[in-house]
């Protein structure tokens, strides 16, 4: 998947013989982006097209979650299966506090440990870059106090591989926390691996927009003026409760014990929705809510929940049992959760959801994939012109900034990728938010069309 761009680099398969034959498996290519590695890459290309989440030889989403789930009580095209879904947070503890939402994610993996219908959590936690050359990476954590320590959002490239293996090696039961195309691998393995299926038993999926490269937490250090040999703690999302929740702030700490940091909407590619330094594999996914997870989180992006800095979470059950730890909690006075129908799911992820079926409709027809991808979106150029300019808008960014950067890298220069990136991203807002001149030109040739296109 390599060769078409379309590797996420997950790790699923580079764990068990790859790891004994080469040690470590997945590794940086020249975008800040893991990748695998060495010849057992090859060797098992066939083997690997099963569990590749963006192989056409492997199962879809809607597959798995037939196999796993059985017929729900509900399925919505756009959410997939589902028994119930609730907005609010975890009220007991300080999941809410220390979590970079609701704290919901972690209040679940803590439930499960604490019921002991599990021995461990895999879940990503920070690393110590100096050793690890990785500002983040999986972990098995079995206790609660080892949790907290993953309780914060992390756009940053991570892989499997390391925690499959111990899973394989040390008996148990486990649950995987990652984001929809991690919990595909996971779920595509566990149909090849009877190890594997016997000891995961519960998947924890999180909404995602899309994968960030290692390149990102560069460009803070860049834009904050942070050597970035001195990073060594990094946070995307820093959290205040007197602000509203989706106010991003980026924060570094550096060595000395000194922090940097600045509100994302003052960065030169700190705009989400254009697509600065994204995995090229993710303008090709279908999957917005962990469709194939026991449970998935996201965040309430709708008001009165996205204005309120302590954070909230919208959880979408597909699992009964888990449904029944959350039922309960909620009785208990645990939980301070509402359940809520698919239509408010969907709403407060209006712009995921349209990125994923009609962007990628416009992506299928304008730019296909090297690979004949299995989607469950058809290609179609029928959107209006600004949507179509928005969508190769993002195209354009998404790959040329890794290009950009990897120049500016390679020169010592940052003025370099920032100049291209205010620029790239003042021509996005100008077709996105009808910003600036260009913007109100676009706004004069379609009149009447609402200044959020980009949501």
Not at 382 to 403: C, F, N, Q, T, V
């Amino acid at each position: 998947m390599d060769k078409a761009r379309l590797c996420i680099g997950c790790g699923a398969c580079a764990a068990g013989d790859a790891i004994a034959a080469v040690g470590r498996p997945m590794d940086w290519d020249a975008f800040g982006q893991l990748k695998p590695r060495g010849p057992w890459a090859e060797q098992h290309r066939a083997e690997f097209a099963r569990i590749c989440p963006f192989s056409p030889e492997a199962a879809d989403e809607d597959e798995i979650a037939q196999d796993r789930f059985g017929i729900s009580s509900e399925e919505d095209p756009r959410l997939g299966q589902f028994e119930t879904a609730y907005v609010g947070y975890a009220a007991e503890g300080r999941f809410r506090e220390i979590g970079s939402s609701g704290g919901m994610v972690s209040w679940v993996a803590a439930e499960l440990l604490a019921q002991g219908l599990i021995d461990g959590v895999a879940h990503v936690v920070p690393a110590d870059p100096s050793d690890q050359g990785r500002f983040f990476a999986y972990r098995i954590s079995r206790s609660v106090d080892e949790l907290g320590e993953g309780a914060k959002s992390r756009y940053y490239p991570v892989e499997l591989s390391g925690v499959l293996e111990e899973i394989r090696s040390r008996p148990g039961r486990y649950a995987i926390v990652g984001i929809p195309c991690f919990m595909k691998a996971v779920h595509l393995l566990r149909a090849q691996d009877p190890v594997l299926r016997a000891r995961i038993v519960y998947t924890l999926g999180l909404f995602c927009g899309h994968m960030k490269s290692a390149r990102f937490v560069e460009s803070f250090a860049w834009q904050l003026q942070a050597p970035i040999e001195e990073v060594r703690a990094v946070e995307y999302r820093r959290k205040d409760p007197d602000r509203p929740a989706n106010w991003y702030t980026a924060h570094l700490t550096l060595t000395d014990g000194s922090a940097r940091w600045q509100d994302w909407w003052h960065l030169a590619d700190g705009d989400w929705g254009a697509g600065f330094l994204q995995n090229a594999a993710c303008s090709y996914c279908d999957d917005i809510v962990s469709e194939t997870a026991d449970v998935a989180f996201g965040d309430a992006w709708v008001e009165p929940y996205s204005f309120d800095g302590r954070g909230t979470n919208v959880v979408i059950v597909r699992n009964r049992q888990i449904g029944a730890l959350i039922g309960q909690a909620m009785v208990e006075g645990r939980l301070a959760l509402t359940e809520v129908d698919a239509d408010f799911v969907a709403r407060t992820q209006a712009a995921g959801i349209r990125q994923r079926r009609e962007g990628l409709a416009y992506r299928l027809a304008f730019a296909p994939p090297a690979l004949p991808l299995r989607k469950r979106v058809a290609a179609s150029r029928d959107i209006p012109a600004r949507r179509k300019l928005i969508y190769r808008m993002r195209r354009w960014i998404s790959l040329h900034g890794h290009l950009v950067f990897a120049a500016a890298r390679r020169w010592d220069r940052p003025s370099v990728y920032l100049r291209w990136a205010r620029t790239a991203n003042s021509l996005y807002e100008a077709a996105a938010y009808l910003r600036g001149p260009l913007g109100r030109l676009l706004a004069r040739l379609e009149p009447g069309k609402d200044r959020d296109a980009s949501a």
